[in-house]
């Protein structure tokens, strides 16, 4: 090599540990967060590609899983013939959950609203939240706690829902799940520290199916319905409600306090448009 040439090379790999060491004092570029929409609920989120992280990079405030006992695993799928032994509760959602309110000062989203984790009981109430209770008293520091003298909020709120057991979460002195109630439940009235979201499938109240205006004895009945849970300090959702933005708007212009959706991306792109109306007026 000759001397023209061994100096080039040196000065090449000055320039590039000069680079490197730039790189490395340089200050980490936080990414950015999404913005926190409180009124988006993920419904089978456990569907999408990424469960939970493609909800959160939305910023979707609540999400759905629903959960098998399976060997006393609780396994996530809608059908008990898709479980598969890596996808569990804990593994999907309870730590992923946990790391990221650890990391966001004691929120889901920095700054933003309580988080909801809906779970959707397949298999038999009892024996499948005798095998939920230890895993969350495991991760009680980022949940919401229930007691007879009160609630005292946390980073996320659980809410457990299809095969739902009532009965022994009233019973609990100390508890870190609530119910997910049905109308019903409005005329029943029990605590809203036990029942504090009310759940009803769209199709079994309404007629209107997204297509043209809804009819406005409809739309007088879901205001109805959602001001009388708001009186019991609960709130509100619909699944199987027309997942389109003409339902969205139904839904959102009714004050319902969580929009289901299999939508991420639209709902999001829709809640945001309404988040710019809003500031702009």
């Not at 889901?108 to 397949?122: C, M, N």
């Not at 009892?126 to 008293?137: M, S």
């Not at 709130?235 to 991420?264: C, K, M, Q, S």
């Not at 792109?269 to 500031?279: A, D, E, G, H, I």
Request: aromatic share 6%.
């Amino acid at each position: 090599m000759s001397a023209l040439h061994r100096w080039l090379s040196r000065l090449a790999a000055c320039a590039a540990a000069g680079a490197l060491g730039a790189a490395e004092r340089a200050p980490s570029v936080r990414p950015v967060e999404p913005i926190p929409l409180p009124r988006a609920h993920a419904h089978n989120d456990y569907e999408h590609a990424r469960p939970l992280l493609d909800a959160l990079d939305c910023g979707f405030c609540s999400v759905e899983a629903d959960v098998h006992l399976v060997d006393g695993k609780l396994l996530v799928a809608h059908d008990r013939s898709n479980v598969r032994p890596d996808r569990t509760l804990e593994a999907l959602y309870l730590k992923p959950l946990a790391e990221r309110v650890r990391a966001n000062g004691g929120r889901v989203h920095r700054g933003g609203p309580q988080f909801t984790l809906l779970i959707d009981f397949k298999s038999a109430a009892e024996p499948t939240y005798a095998a939920l209770r230890p895993l969350l008293a495991k991760h009680k520091e980022m949940l919401a706690r229930f007691t007879p003298n009160g609630t005292r909020e946390g980073a996320v709120i659980v809410i457990l829902s299809g095969n739902r057991p009532e009965n022994a979460l009233a019973a609990e002195p100390i508890r870190w799940a609530a119910i997910d109630g049905r109308l019903p439940d409005l005329e029943r009235n029990p605590p809203a520290s036990l029942v504090p979201l009310i759940s009803h499938s769209w199709r079994n109240v309404f007629r209107w199916r997204g297509q043209g205006p809804i009819p406005p004895a409809e739309t007088a009945r879901l205001k109805s319905l959602v001001r009388r849970t708001h009186q019991q300090g609960r709130r509100i959702r619909f699944w199987a409600a027309p997942d389109n933005p003409a339902g969205w708007e139904v839904l959102y212009e009714a004050g319902a306090d969580l929009i289901n959706t299999d939508d991420l991306k639209g709902l999001r792109r829709f809640l945001l448009q309404k988040r710019q109306k809003q500031s702009a007026k």
